[in-house]
């Protein structure tokens, strides 16, 4: 038993991409529209994925192109008018994710309720937005000191865009992660939203993260689901259940359907 069985209440959880269009402060945040039309969009594809069969909710900023690793007051600010807009609305449990402030996403997650964040809690890379550095024991502290101890912090252990610097393997990078920082899930990744995830690199993972659960981040679609939650705890998809599968596209009920249809069928083998 893990908190997934607590949260979701079924093994193998599904989570969706609840992707919000570009904010005020972004680069291509359009000016002409208004937050209404940011929150009537979110509506539109959280109700696509609650009736599509997801089990969970990611809400994230991933129209906020490129991404900062430190985020202005007004990202989370604005994130959290919509999720208050959205919460009659949010039917299973969800989470946030302020790309890529681990502060901002826990700050967020207190604010609104949410059961959990994903975010780059550990670790030093060089990535297309610049070094990136970590500080996960001032996060730890900062959770608590914001009264967020409920709240479950997904570590993204093989982030997008991005190279560890530390010269170590993926074994030795989760044992030392799970062993030092105690956290509540591992998420592993391809190079992209939406790009296929290594099935060798998630199972050196599940391999090495002891009772830790293991979440396929990135390039989950209705062909790779089975294999890929075949080894993994969990799946967070987003760009495969958008129209024709592209990133910048609506989200489409009938993909959703069709991967959760996929997930039922092994989920009745376990």
Known sequence: MTWFDDVFEIKKPVIGMCHLQALPGDSSYDKNGSIKKIVDLARADLEALQEGGVDGVLISNEFSLPYLTKTQPITA???ARVIGELAESIKIPFGVNVLWDATASIDLAVATGAKFVREIFTGVYASDFGMWNTNVGEVARHRIAVSGEDVRLLFNIVPEAASYLGGRTIEEITKSTVFNCQPD????????AGSATDS?????????AGSTPVVVNTGVNAETARELLSIADAAIVGTYFKFDGVFENPTDKERVARLMQEVRQLRATL
């Open 185 to 192: 899930g591992l998420c592993v990744s391809g190079l992209t």
């Open 200 to 208: 060798t690199v998630l199972s050196k993972v599940k391999q090495n």
């Open 77 to 79: 600010i604005t994130m």
